[in-house]
């Protein structure tokens, strides 16, 4: 899936864009359900999205998963564009 529609899915834009505001960030699931206010299971199809886009990074341990922002510079630049004709 492109950025363009990425971004034009309210669940994964309010993601990218905390995650974008907070780059050094790193979270679960259920964290991340909590702070958009959406159910987990839904929450986890959208970060499976954005982790197979590249967007985000995950980090499998024993018991979850936790989120980071990509490190791609490319990828950063072109997602604060694209924020910005959103905002």
Same mark, same amino acid.
């Given at each position: 899936?492109?950025?363009? @529609?990425?971004?034009?899915? #309210? *669940? ?7 995650? =974008?505001?907070?780059? +050094? ?18 929450? @986890?199809?959208?970060?499976? #999205? *954005? ?7 995950? =980090?499998?341990?024993? +018991? ?24």
């Amino acid at each position: 899936m492109t950025l363009d @529609k990425l971004l034009k899915n #309210k *669940l994964c834009r309010d993601i990218v864009k905390f995650f =974008h505001e907070n780059q +050094s960030s790193i979270d679960t699931p259920r964290g991340i359900a909590t702070w958009v206010k959406e159910e987990r299971g839904v929450v @986890k199809k959208a970060l499976d #999205k *954005l982790t197979a886009a590249g967007i985000l990074l995950d =980090h499998k341990v024993s +018991s979850t998963t936790g989120y980071s922002y990509t490190r791609n510079r490319k990828i950063i630049r072109e997602i604060g564009k694209q924020l910005k004709n959103t905002d």
